[in-house]
C-alpha cells in the first residue's frame, strides 16, 4: 500500500524538498503526498490517522525550537520520529514590483524572523505579514508591485514572479532539521535520542538531579529546551536530545530512562532515531 505523507504545503516549500528526502530514506515506494494548510493540520493528520507518515519542522538554526511541533510530540504521545534531515535554508525576495516599491513582505513567521536584520536594513519601512507557509506567501503577492514574499528559489519558476534579492537570511549558515512522524517506533541504528519530561517536585535542585543522571551515563546533549505547561505559570516541560553512539547505545538509553522515570510526572519518549545533514544543489 503506498504511503500517505502529510507536510507543510502547498507546493514548492522547503517542507516539500524534505518530504521527498525523508520519504526515500524511509523507502517509501511511490508515495502520496499530501500538502495540508498550516503545521497544525500537517500534526493533526498524522495524529487522527488521515495520512501514514507526517513531515515537519523541529528545530531551525536560528530560531530555535518550532513549538508548534514540540507541544504536538508532547500532547500526542503515540507520536514518534523515525528519522531526521538538516537541510540549509537560503531564502531570496520574490515579487513581481521593484525593490523600491515594496511596502509589505510576507512569509511564514520562522523564515521573517531569519531575515529580521535583512528587511531591517534594506526595507525598514516594509510591513511583514505572517502567512501559514512560504508558498503561500509567494502565491499571495502574485500580481502586485508592492508585496513580496521570503521563500525558496524554486517558487519563481512555480509562479512567474522574479528574484529581489539572494539570499536573505541573516545568518548565512542558516537550517533547519525537518523530521519524519509515524506511529510506529523506530527500531533501526539511530544517533539521536529525543524525549520530554516534567518534574514531579518544582524545587532547587530538582532538575539538576535529572542533568546529572544523564552525566552519569556519559551521553551528550546535542540539545536542551523547556517549554510552558499551559497548566500553570512557572511549570516546564524540558526536551532532550542525546547523542547516541558505540559508548552509548540503545541499550544504555532504555538504562537511563529507568533512572529519570521516578523524577517525572510525565515521560514522553519521541523515539531513537538517525540524522543527517543534506546538502541541496
Known sequence: MRKQVAYLGPKGTYAEKAANILSKLADFQTPI????NGLH??????????????VVPIENSVEGGVTATLDALWKFPDIFINKAIVLPIKHALISNGELSNISEVLSHPQALAQCSEWLSEN???????????????VNMVKGSKFRAAIGSKSLIQIEGLKELAFPI?????????????????NSNLANIASFAFSLISNKPGALLKAINNIADFGF???????RPSKRELGEYIIYIDLEINDQNNIKNYLELKNKLNPLCTNFVDFGNYFSENIELD
Open 33 to 36: 503526498f499530501v500538502p495540508c
Open 41 to 54: 493540520s500537517v500534526i493533526k493528520s498524522i495524529a487522527y490517522n488521515n495520512c501514514d507518515a507526517a
Open 123 to 137: 526595507l525598514p519601512n516594509a510591513i511583514p505579514l505572517p502567512t501559514n507557509s512560504t508558498s503561500e506567501a
Open 169 to 185: 537570511n541573516d545568518v548565512p549558515g542558516n537550517c533547519t532539521r525537518f523530521v519524519l512522524l509515524s506511529k510506529e517506533s
Open 220 to 226: 551528550n546533549m546535542s540539545k536542551i529546551e523547556s
